[in-house]
């Protein structure tokens, strides 16, 4: 049960340039989101979804995008980089009913 | 706003000692909660959650945590601190009916040999 997983677990990019941070989960949870993770702000929801074919926003959307096609993966994309993005991106889900997270275990990005 | 607060950036304490990490909340309705704990350069690990039931809510390494309704508190206990249990210790509280969570801003803790 390999639980959640991210990938990549590291990444560099350019100014502009664009990149989609893998999420997948094989316990069958609805409930996905992205957190992103700066020192002093704790962690900031991104975007979540409650099932396939189903996203919202969180506290800081913006220069993201999301999609959830099927239950097991919830991808986030870059569009076009920002340094103000470089952070530690976290995925987590959990079933329906608030009974808490499983993260994986972090994406960081650093934009030049 | 509902919103959940961390007040100390860094908790101090002697090993062997009792620690205490403080969160209080503020959400409308009844309450779900959460302490996760983060160990360097890793992701987050569940420790607890209260959901409804006892006050005093028991989980993982040995931390418990106490539910206060009329003081919104939800700290984080445990009797006897180790070296081990150095790390940063985040908040968290559910919003609205879809199941989304936040999150205080972290308390480090530093548990001192």
């Known amino acids: 049960n390999a639980g959640v997983t991210q990938t990549p677990k590291f990444q560099v990019l350019k100014t502009g340039q664009s990149m989609t941070l893998q999420c997948a989960q094989d316990?069958?949870?609805?409930?996905m989101s992205w957190y992103r993770q700066d020192p002093g702000m704790g962690l900031r929801l991104i975007h979540y979804?409650?099932?396939?074919?189903?996203?919202d926003q969180g506290e800081v959307p913006n220069g993201y995008n999301v999609s959830r096609s099927t239950t097991e993966d919830f991808p986030l994309r870059l569009l076009s980089a920002a340094p103000s993005q470089t952070s530690v991106y976290f995925c987590a889900s959990s079933p329906l009913g608030g009974v808490g997270y499983t993260f994986g275990s972090g994406t960081r990005l650093t934009v030049v | 706003a509902q919103s959940v607060a961390q007040p100390e950036d860094q908790v101090n304490v002697a090993e062997g000692n009792p620690l205490t990490v403080k969160c209080t909340y503020s959400?409308?309705?009844?309450?779900?909660l959460f302490w996760y704990v983060q160990y360097p350069n890793r992701g987050l690990q569940f420790l607890l959650k209260y959901i409804t039931g006892d006050n005093l809510v028991k989980g993982s390494y040995g931390f418990e945590a106490e539910f206060n309704k009329s003081q919104t508190s939800f700290h984080l206990k445990k009797p006897s601190a180790l070296v081990s249990d150095s790390a940063l210790y985040f908040c968290a509280v559910r919003v609205g009916r879809d199941d989304k969570i936040i999150f205080g801003k972290g308390t480090r803790l530093h548990i001192l040999p």
């Open positions: 979804s409650v099932g396939a074919g189903i996203t």
């Open positions: 959400v409308s309705g009844n309450p779900y």
């Open positions: 316990m069958n949870h609805e409930y």
